[in-house]
């Protein structure tokens, strides 16, 4: 009989989304007539920005054209996009990027995961606490973990609480780490970085030769001028730093799928014989052998972005995500109940009320008030009497929802 990897009895019962969604569904085919109002997944809901939907369309009506088809593209995504990536995301706020260095891929979800293929098993890896589920699960998957505790840790993992003592920002470890995943805007606490703040991270990095997972995928949430947008942005980043972007929760496309990450040409690790290698070109044989490349349609719509309509579009996007929640963070405020992030970010972190648990809170608001968010445990043992409330919704329900919330909760 062939044998499995067992690394995946390693994880723990489900994966939050898909454990939240089993509780829902069971709970609207038991009451078919309650009208569920859904903050929890972080999937938008406006439409697509005008811009990308008529360059696709556009796209679409070339494959149809024996002169303009295209069929496999580059592995890396095509030159005309990554290069607007570039001067646009990097080049413009000073950053020395190049589009050489920029690989187009279906999601910064899959990258943050894939990116372990290059990468040997016996790298002491760190992640905040709480944290984005995908890259604990992806590293339990890999083997890099151990086996996991009573308190849901896994032993092969260097964990560092973010809490309200520390501002919601990972302490500097005090010991050598070799692999570091940090997001900013945080999902799911909704802080922010400093230059000073990412500037210590890099100067730890380099002093221990480690290397950093940036997932930037919240950055044009940022309104604040003085607040870094990419990691790359701190003098010796590009030695220490791979970063990943997205365009689904700036330009909607968590359902069309496109991100790309960066590996500088600069960033090396080390192999077993001791010989220093170039990460960039690990990713690039990587990508080369096991991905086929993005669309062509789908690239075009993302280089839409960059188009002048497409920024202005997009940038009404982000600003009706972020008035969402704003209306959520101050009418919870309002109502008595401790509420962090939700400014420079999409989501709201709030303090479960009455000294519920996040999943016991989870339960009575979708059973009470009929309203879905993520319990914070699902995130770590540090979330747990902590909840995330998404911002991506219409404007109706998300009043509707703060409404049910806060009649019932209110302190």
């Known amino acids: 009989m062939a044998t499995i990897n067992d690394n995946y009895l390693k994880l723990k019962a ?3 989304f898909p454990e939240i969604a089993r509780r829902v569904n069971a709970f609207a085919e038991a009451n078919p007539q309650a009208e569920i109002i859904k903050l929890g997944i972080g999937d938008v809901t406006e439409p697509l920005p005008e811009a990308c939907c008529q360059a696709m369309i556009k796209a679409v009506e070339e494959m149809s054209d024996r002169s303009t088809f295209k069929g496999y593209g580059p592995e890396q995504g095509y030159a005309w996009l990554r290069e ?6 990097f080049q413009g706020r000073g950053c020395e990027i190049d589009g050489s260095e920029i690989f187009v891929s ?19 890896i760190a992640v905040t606490d709480p944290v984005y589920p995908v890259y604990v699960d992806t590293n339990v998957m890999a083997g890099h973990t151990g086996e996991v505790n009573n308190g849901g840790e896994y032993e092969g993992l260097v964990y560092i609480p973010i809490t309200e003592e ?3 920002t990972a302490e500097i470890p005090s010991k050598k780490v070799d692999l570091i995943y940090l997001c900013f805007p945080n999902n799911p606490t909704g802080a922010v970085a400093s230059k000073e703040y990412l500037k210590a ?40 730093a791979i970063e990943f972007r997205s365009f689904s929760k700036n330009a909607g496309f968590t359902g069309t799928r496109c991100a790309y990450t960066v590996v500088p040409k600069t960033l090396k690790a080390t192999a077993s014989d001791g010989t220093e290698v170039e990460l960039h070109k690990l990713w690039n044989r990587r990508q080369s052998t096991k991905f086929n ?23 009404k996007l982000i600003d009706f995500y972020l008035e969402n929640a704003k209306i959520i963070r ?24 009455q000294g519920l648990s996040s999943w016991d809170f989870f339960d009575k608001l979708l059973q009470t008030v009929n309203v879905v968010g993520t ?9 747990e009497g902590y909840f995330r409330i998404s911002a991506f919704n219409s404007r109706e329900n998300v009043e509707e929802a703060t409404k049910r919330i806060t009649e019932k909760f209110k302190v």
């Open 84 to 89: 607007k990536i570039a001067a646009s995301d």
């Open 375 to 383: 319990p914070g445990s699902g995130f770590g043992a540090a979330g």
């Open 330 to 353: 101050e009418k919870l405020t309002a109502a008595g109940l401790s509420v962090y992030g939700g400014v420079h970010s999409p989501y709201i972190w709030l303090k479960t009320p």
């Open 106 to 124: 279906d999601g910064a979800k899959c990258d943050t995961g894939n990116i372990l293929d290059i990468f040997g098993k016996n790298n002491t």
């Open 166 to 168: 520390n501002n919601f």
């Open 14 to 16: 489900g994966y939050l």
């Open 293 to 315: 490349g993005v669309s062509y349609i789908v690239q075009r719509g993302a280089e839409a972005v960059y188009s002048e309509a497409g920024q202005a579009q997009v940038k």
């Open 201 to 240: 991270w890099v100067d730890y990095a380099k002093a221990n030769d480690s290397i950093i997972f940036f997932d930037a995928a919240y950055e044009a949430y940022i309104r604040d001028p003085e607040l870094p947008h990419s990691i790359y942005e701190i003098e010796g980043a590009k030695d220490c």
